[in-house]
């Protein structure tokens, strides 16, 4: 999965993103739904590093298996925590 960030809000240090690529046997995602890959981005406070992140382009492996059982249907899924005036502007696609 890549994900291409544009904006991202981390000013007052409290701000967190977990971007996520989700798959199901259900194409509405009514049940279900297994993580399969994903990404935290945001203040280095809320992260398990000392780095905040900033614009770029983030490539996360996935497989659309897991334990054995492929989910045929994904979507993106984007968490937010923290005290959020603008946000995140990002793009994910899935590429080779």
Do not use: H
């Not at 983030?58 to 497989?63: S, T």
């Not at 994904?74 to 603008?86: L, M, N």
């Amino acid at each position: 999965m890549v994900v291409d960030v544009t904006a991202i809000e981390i000013a007052t240090n409290d701000k967190g993103y977990r971007i996520s690529l989700q798959g199901s046997s259900n194409a509405d995602f009514s049940d279900t739904i297994e993580e399969l890959a994903g990404v935290e981005l945001g203040a280095a406070e809320v992260l398990n590093g000392d780095q905040d992140n900033t614009v770029g382009r983030y490539i996360v492996p996935v497989r659309t298996e897991r334990n054995g059982t492929v989910w045929p249907y994904v979507r993106v899924y984007t968490e937010v925590a923290g005290t959020i005036a603008s946000g995140i502007n990002c793009t994910a696609l899935l590429e080779k």
